[in-house]
Structure formats: C-alpha cells, structure tokens
C-alpha cells in the first residue's frame, strides 16, 4: 500500500469531500448547495480545503478558513471540517491533517489556528487536545429558521 499524500482539493474531489463530511454529520446534505459551496470555497483565497488521498481514494478532508479577526487586529486560520474515512481512522491520517494545516497557516503567517466542535464529539475533543489544541473559547449557536430541534449529531 502506498503512503497517503495530502494536498490541495480539486474540482474532481467533490463527491469523495462531500462523502466524507455526510459521514461527519450522520446526515446526507444538500448536494447542489454543497457543491456550489466547496466550488465557490475553491475559488477563494479566504479558504483552502487539503484532502489525504491514498491508493486513488480520499480518504480525509480539511477544510481551513483564513479570516481578520479584530480581537486579534490579524488572521487566524480556523479548520472548519475535519474527516476521515472511516476505515481509516486512528491510524495517524487526521493528526497528518492537522500538521499540513498548522503548516498551510503558518507559510500564510496566520496568527492562530482554531476549531469549533460540537460538545457531542467527545472522541474527537480528545484527539484535538492531544495534538494541542486547548479549550480556550465557548462557542455558542442559535438556530435561525425552524424550530431548534436541540443538538444531536445526524439530525
């Protein structure tokens, strides 16, 4: 088996990226507005979506966002979907991810990288904090349309 190598995502990788974060959320998403997202999101230089492909296949996916933030008075790079397949998980692939963002922030000269996780996640907040991240911030959320259903993870 080869070894997986991480790079910039393409057009050609939408369906795999789509895939694997319908997984993430345990839910099947809109594709058409998907992927007019990921396209829009391609073209962008305020984003850079890195997929790990191995033996032809995605297998990961990260998706940064670069942003000025003005408690800061500088950009921060934020990770806004990190997935691994599932067959792949706790081999080392995501933290492989997050070192290629830490580097994608750091040639951009962002002065944080940071994530949001949903408090249900709680495989995923120990990973995170044992590649370093710390639990700095209380992220809030109010859903705008509908009824707020409460948070459950597939919903």
Known sequence: ???????????????????????????ELPYMDFAGIF?????????????????????????????????????????????????HRNRGVGADMLREAHVAALAQRRVQIE?????LRRDAHRFYEREGFKRYHYKLSKPLAGADEGNALGR
Do not use: T, W
């Not at 070894?3 to 997984?23: F, H, K």
């Not at 994530?115 to 408090?119: G, K, M, S, W």
């Open 39 to 87: 396209r829009a999101q391609l073209a962008s230089p305020d984003y850079l979506c890195l997929v790990c492909e191995q033996e032809g296949a995605v297998i990961a996916e990260c998706n940064l966002r670069f942003e000025y933030q003005l408690h800061h008075a500088a950009r921060i790079a934020e990770i806004m979907e990190l997935a691994v397949a599932p067959g």
């Open 115 to 119: 994530l949001a996780c949903n408090v």
């Open 1 to 27: 088996m080869s070894a997986p190598v991480i790079r910039p995502a393409q057009e050609r990788d939408l369906d795999a990226v789509y895939s694997l974060i319908c997984d993430m959320e345990a839910k």
